[in-house]
């Protein structure tokens, strides 16, 4: 990387081409007016990627994951209490969506927007890097960072993938903003922005091992080839130097006469400055990271059924009481810690088969959601470094240490997970934008030198791949993003996510949940026994006696919880009564007297008194894995059902397959 040196000049956008020769359509404008430009067209990029990610974002029915954490969510705002559990990932979003629930409600659409917000600001990173890429560059990664169609996706999903890439992709901005100019608020800047990436997700210090092996190997291609020196000790040796003189500020020196008394204090003076600073950072990540970690209400134990309570002190408790501060950040420290080596022992974990085989199963997969659904940043990350590394007389150092951080995402993250979802693929797409950008630039630079030269079938050429770059792009994010993104055939859908949409069925228990009923707003049944009995696809508990023995609080306690998902959800967001049957004698005898709105149960049990509920419930069948388990909604004929909401851009959505 090159520093610049004072704000004035690093706001000037590098005006070089790859080849050296000043760019000549620069001639003429002012400074200022070429740094508003380029943040003006990266700001526009960044309300286009905000618009494509708030567009029908609350239409695509609740992935289990996003049921799952989002119950836990309307639990916490409910209740107060809250404890870091790795099984629902970090803290943060649990956080900001507790608080916004019980502002605007609880939705799909209130569910993603923090993921969909947030994430929109990964356009504007660019514009940290405005030393080292070309204005044309950063356009180019921008662009990329908004339309990309895996990253989109999972922009408009309540998963913490994307917070964690935006979070960290901004810290190591800001890390290479202080390279640039020695100011120690974007430090500080990074501490804040990793503390959220932490408290977003787990996987964030593999963000850090990344930077550090990517360092490394940059440091190992400056010392094997030294351009200027004998050998890489000596370059090593220089940089030395030249680091203490940083430190020691203009200080005397012995070589200049200075006796080592003189030299005491400026050494001692920038030392300080700079020790005082890391534990300001330190003090800024340990602050937020125990915000968001601490535990709140009755912790663990108001997650119990039934709650608990607790001698362990809580976050709002230390804040009024502060000689509990030490308690509350030792406790919470053990916790994290346990929760952590939880998390890393499962991870990698591939139950009968074996590591090998699952791994080579999982980067295929990977690769595959690469070739299909990101097709031009995967090329032009290729061929951007590839350019940058062997087309130029000294490579920038920040594109080659995000192709290494990119590369290696891709080889590490299969190996690393026990269940694979696309969402793993946008840990490797955000830094891979870098040399993707590069890569775009040179096809972009292709078309001016050839427009310039009145190369018609060159500029033809560089045309028509920018418009099939264009055109791949915008027809995946069309189809995968919006008009089949619950579809099995899409490879960024994940197996956990609804196949058909339920909407009707869901509003009708919205509104039984509204209206003053004798019977359940919701009633499951599953009847099979013995052999037939469906560990996977059961809806209720199979004993009696076990219900309301869960270790924590999965309501309605008598289901069989996480094959219900996402319907739990869906429960708790309408606040529905919800019941269960174990025997058909159970639903029909309830039908004369106590009605329930609807009855869901599933497609597969021969059980189900369908005769009996046919007199007086309508059914639907929808699917609700993309794999294909699918339950049965009936509907009440006394509840009102409209078959018209959420019709979305295909037309197709909600409507079931019988």
């Avoid at 992935?63 to 836990?72: F, I, M, Q, S, T």
């Avoid at 919470?332 to 590591?355: C, D, K, L, N, P």
């Avoid at 920038?396 to 693929?425: E, K, Q």
Wanted: hydrophobic share 45%; net charge negative.
């Amino acid at each position: 990387m090159h520093s610049s040196g004072p704000d004035t000049d690093a706001e000037r956008p590098p005006q070089e081409t790859d080849g050296g020769a000043v760019d000549p359509s620069d001639d003429g404008r002012s400074l200022r007016t070429l740094a508003t430009t380029t943040a003006g067209l990266i700001l526009a990029v960044t309300v286009l990627g905000l618009v494509l990610r708030l567009a029908f974002l609350g239409d695509r029915i609740a992935h289990w994951d996003e049921a799952r954490v989002g119950y836990w969510i309307t639990y916490y705002a409910e209740t107060g209490s809250f404890a870091y559990r790795r099984i629902i990932h970090g803290p943060f979003v649990q956080h900001v969506n507790g608080w916004l629930f019980p502002l605007v409600g609880a939705s799909d659409f209130t569910m993603r927007l923090p993921v969909a917000l947030i994430s929109a600001t990964l356009p504007l990173s660019a514009l940290l890097f405005r030393e080292h890429l070309r204005r044309v560059e950063l356009l180019a990664m921008a662009l990329f960072l908004a339309v990309n169609p895996v990253v989109l996706y999972y922009s408009r999903f309540m998963r913490s993938d994307l917070l964690v890439a935006t979070f960290m992709f901004f810290a190591l901005g800001a890390l290479v903003r202080f390279y640039d100019t020695r100011r120690w608020r974007y430090v500080y800047a990074a501490g804040a922005l990793m503390a959220c990436g932490f408290a977003s997700k787990e996987n964030a210090i593999l963000y850090v091992l990344t930077w550090l092996g990517a360092v490394g190997l940059l440091a190992d291609q400056a010392l094997y080839r030294p351009r200027n020196d004998a050998s890489g000790a000596g370059l090593l040796l220089a940089k030395l130097r030249a680091l203490a003189g940083r430190v020691r500020g203009g200080a005397p020196t012995a070589a200049n006469g200075g006796s080592p008394s003189e030299r005491s204090p400026g050494w001692r003076s920038r030392g300080g400055r700079i020790l005082l600073h890391l534990v300001g950072v330190a003090t800024v990540f340990l602050a937020l990271s125990l915000f968001f970690y601490a535990p709140r209400g009755a912790g663990v134990a108001g997650l119990y059924h039934p709650p608990g309570t607790t001698e362990q002190v809580m976050f709002w408790q230390a804040v009024g009481d502060p000689a509990q501060l030490p308690t509350l950040l030792e406790e919470t420290w053990a916790h994290v810690r346990f929760e952590y080596g939880e998390w890393f022992g499962q991870a990698g974990e591939s139950g009968e088969e074996s590591i090998v085989s699952t791994y080579v199963e999982y980067l295929g997969r990977f690769v595959r959601v690469m070739g299909l659904k990101a097709a031009p940043l995967t090329v032009l990350s290729v061929v951007g470094f590839a350019a940058e590394r062997y087309g130029r007389a000294e490579s920038r150092n920040l594109v080659m240490l995000a192709g290494y951080c990119g590369f290696v995402s891709v080889l590490g993250y299969p190996l690393g997970t026990d269940i694979f979802g696309a969402w793993l693929v946008v840990h490797a797409l955000v830094p891979l934008s870098i040399p993707a950008a590069v890569g775009l630039a040179r096809i972009v630079d292709w078309a001016r030198g050839a427009f310039a030269a009145d190369d018609t079938v060159g500029l033809a050429t560089a045309a028509a791949v920018l418009l099939l770059v264009g055109g791949a792009t915008a027809g995946v994010v069309t189809n995968s993003v919006y008009l089949d993104d619950q579809s099995e055939n899409n490879y960024l859908v994940q197996y956990a996510q609804p196949g058909d949409s339920p909407r009707a069925e869901l509003e009708a228990i919205d509104r039984a949940a509204d209206d003053d009923r004798r019977g359940p707003d919701v009633l499951l049944f599953y009847g099979e026994e013995g052999d037939r009995w469906a560990d996977d696809e059961a809806l209720v508990e199979r004993d009696r006696a076990g219900w309301n023995r869960s270790k924590f609080n999965y309501r309605p306690l008598c289901s069989k919880w996480f094959n219900a998902l996402p319907l739990p959800w869906y429960f708790a967001t309408s606040d529905a009564d919800v019941d269960c049957a174990r025997t058909p004698g159970n639903v029909t005898d309830r039908l004369d007297d106590r009605p329930p709105a609807v009855v869901v149960t599933v497609a597969s049990d021969r059980t189900t008194p369908e005769t009996a509920l046919d007199d007086a419930y309508s059914r639907e069948t929808y699917e609700m894995r993309a794999y294909g388990t699918r339950m049965v909604f009936w509907v009440h004929e006394d509840v009102e059902r409209d078959r018209s909401v959420r019709q979305r851009l295909s037309g197709s959505v909600g409507t079931p397959r019988t």
